[in-house]
């Protein structure tokens, strides 16, 4: 009974962090072509190098000090939204959340070996990890159900059939 009525809020909670888990994956390839197209790879390698002179616990550092500076533009954006600028709030926490999500990226990309040589860091990521599995069999038979239900209305919709013919005698009239 109780599972029943915590159901949704399991499948809340794991689609939130699938969003954060996507975020992260889709960040960091537009991270990598920033640092190609502004010169930050020369950054990343020096940064590499210097990472592997530290210690694990200095590493770990050097992958949440990038971060703290974030932290008053996103009290920034809590004070337009308490003070009713909708848009530029949602902008600016839109904005804070990118440019933490790919700077976190970016920097534990460079600091993943050394923090993974920390026992309890390494316990840590996999956990998330295996709640990144458990999360995706969560949300999966739910997408699965969201998929078949927009194929079905696809199919059933009159009017989606008449858009779809109108527009391939529009294509094939080209």
Do not use: C
Request: glycine share 2%.
């Amino acid at each position: 009974m109780l599972r029943r009525i915590l159901q949704p809020l399991w499948v809340l909670l794991a689609l939130i962090f699938l969003i954060e888990a996507w975020l992260w994956d889709h960040l960091e390839p537009v991270v990598e072509r920033v640092v190609a197209w502004i010169p930050l790879r020369a950054f990343k390698v020096w940064l590499a190098e210097r990472v592997d002179t530290l210690s694990p616990a200095m590493t770990l550092i050097v992958f949440i000090v990038p971060v703290v500076p974030l932290f008053p533009l996103k009290m920034f954006g809590l004070w337009l939204l308490a003070n009713e600028y909708w848009v530029s709030a949602v902008v600016i926490l839109v904005l804070a959340k990118f440019l933490g999500l790919g700077v976190a990226a970016f920097i534990f990309d460079v600091t993943r070996p050394k923090l993974l040589q920390m026992a309890w860091f390494e316990k840590l990521y996999d956990w998330v990890m295996m709640l990144r599995a458990k999360a995706h069999a969560i949300i999966d038979p739910v997408k699965l159900r969201i998929k078949k239900a927009i194929g079905a209305a696809r199919g059933s919709s009159r009017l989606l059939r008449m858009i779809q013919q109108f527009r391939k005698r529009v294509h094939a009239a080209r």
